[in-house]
């Protein structure tokens, strides 16, 4: 339930803070009061898109909190709560604010979030019903869900078993996908893994081979250079002056002189060791040199087969080992499908009969929707009447048919039936889609109608703005005792211009519109029982006692309505 809200600078409302309480909570006051400021508010604070007429003039930002009080064993807003983080501790304050350069700001119990959050959250623990806000019912994918709703019991067994058949159809197509799959799918997977195994075989990869090939091309690029370098290092090694020569000439100087000196025997062998290691390193040089060739065609060779091993690794593995990996695997699973035939036939007629089993299961479904529809159709009518719509009909069209041939692409856990609700308010018109013919006054009574059938959701908070449009009297008494037995299972926060439908609050609220030399300002304030029985007799047309008397009577009158039902 919303247990309270608080306003800041939302057009004519510069600080509000509202408390409500469980049950029927009433708002009303004067035409142009602002009454449907507080429905802006709480929209706002549903995610809806907002603009800067929003914004009261002179200020830079809305804010608009809200603070409700959930179930903790509430699945779906565990759920989203534990997807930003957050614990269900069964209090949630969602807040927003909009400033005037367009920039939202939402929390959730403090917590940055994001629109899209605050959005899927209010749509789980709040629903508004007006003129403008009855899209759930417009939009024919959210029928079969709601005529589901109103009927479940009657449908759980059925569901339970189509579950475990599904479940069992998703193993089936599992198993048969592993095998390649079946007819024209089974023979396109095994060409698939012929051709790979083919393309990878021969190539005759070698593990190792492509750093080979990146050096032998580098080598072939860059030949010129690298014969250039290695014939300048054989020169410098060997000439008149190379460095082998200048070891040689001290070699013989030491030589000379070994006689007179131990040691110079020992300098002198080291020399020689140098002196040999220097034509061993000439001779390879010279003959790396020697070796330097540049074979146009044997490059492009190489650049070709390099190409062709970088194309396998982006189809079949980051390295050759990589690919070669790979191709061991599809090698085990095209013996595996190409030796299925036996294990492919028998899942067939398993998933035929599975099929067969699921087509029978959602046919059963639809019959139990089609003699319950009947039911709630008339009872779908008679609230229609009561609530001064004497020529409505209704009607439930299922747009698809069943078949065999269909199943598997149209069921899903609520079975295979794409139904929609048709409508006519008129007599001598036929029924048709509820978003091609209902006006928005007919919109607000059958979404009432609905919601009496559906007995409320005991965990959204009901918000229902003006739907008296239109109605008064005795029609309006039945609205208001509607909306009554609904805020006995949930609360409801009921916006009204209608004396009988204000009797039944359990808490009512007067908005009103004061003006100053400066501005103009909109406040709520919640009323007495004295003041209550005052703002009812002028909203009967005055405020004599008279009025007052009649007042009086109307709201003991609802008070025994709401004894009556409580019992």
Known sequence: ?????????????????????????????????????????????????????????????????????VSTDDVQVTEILNSVGLENDGQILISRQFNINGKNECRLNGEMVTLN????????????????????????????????????????DEKKELHKLLSELSLINTSIKELGGLDSDRINNLQLLEFQIKEIDEANLVDGEEEDLKNKISTMQNSEKIYSALDYATSAIDNDYSVENMIKTSINHLSSIENFDSEITSLKDRLYSIRYEVQDILSEISSKRDNITFDEE?????????????????????????????????????????????????????????????????SRLREIRKAEIIKLRERLII???????????????????????????????????????????????????????????????????????QNADGNKTCIFDEIDTG??????????????????????????????????GDVNFKIEKTEDDVSTKTSVSRLTADEKCIEIARMLGSKNETSINHAKEIIDESNAFKLFISK
Do not use: W
């Open 1 to 69: 339930m919303l247990v309270s809200i608080k306003i800041s600078n939302l057009a004519l409302i510069e600080k509000s803070h509202i408390e409500f309480d469980e049950g029927f909570n009433v708002l009303t006051g004067e035409t142009g009061a602002g009454k449907s400021l507080i429905v802006d508010a709480l929209l706002f604070l549903t995610g809806i898109r907002a603009d800067k007429t929003l914004i009261k003039a002179g200020q830079e930002s809305a804010r608009v909190e809200g603070m409700f009080s």
């Open 117 to 156: 959050i605050i959005r899927k959250l209010s749509a789980v623990i709040i629903d508004i019903f007006g003129q403008n806000d009855s899209q759930a019912l417009l939009d024919s994918n959210n029928h079969i869900r709601l005529l589901d709703e109103l009927i479940e019991d009657n449908l759980s």
């Open 298 to 362: 044997e490059l492009e060779m190489c650049q070709d087969r390099l190409m062709l091993i970088r194309d396998l690794e982006r189809k079949y593995g980051a390295t050759i080992a990589g690919i070669l990996e790979y191709r061991q695997d599809i090698g085990r699973k095209f013996e595996k499908l190409n030796n299925a035939d036996a294990e492919l036939e028998r899942l067939k007629l398993n998933k035929n009969n599975v099929l067969r089993q699921i087509f029978d299961s959602c």
């Open 383 to 453: 609230e229609l009447q009561q609530l001064g719509m004497n020529s409505a009909n209704f009607e439930v069209g299922f747009i698809n048919d069943l078949s065999l041939d269909n199943i598997e692409s149209v069921v899903n856990e609520n079975g295979a039936d794409n139904i929609e609700f048709l409508f006519s308010a008129n007599l001598g018109v036929a029924p048709r889609p509820l978003s091609k013919i209902i006006s928005g006054g007919e919109m607000s009574r059958f979404m009432l109608a609905f919601k009496t059938l």
């Open 471 to 504: 109605i008064g009297g005795e029609v309006g008494k039945i609205v208001g005792q509607k909306i009554c037995k609904i805020s006995r299972n949930s609360q409801v926060i009921c916006i009204t211009h209608l004396a009988q439908i204000a009797s039944f």
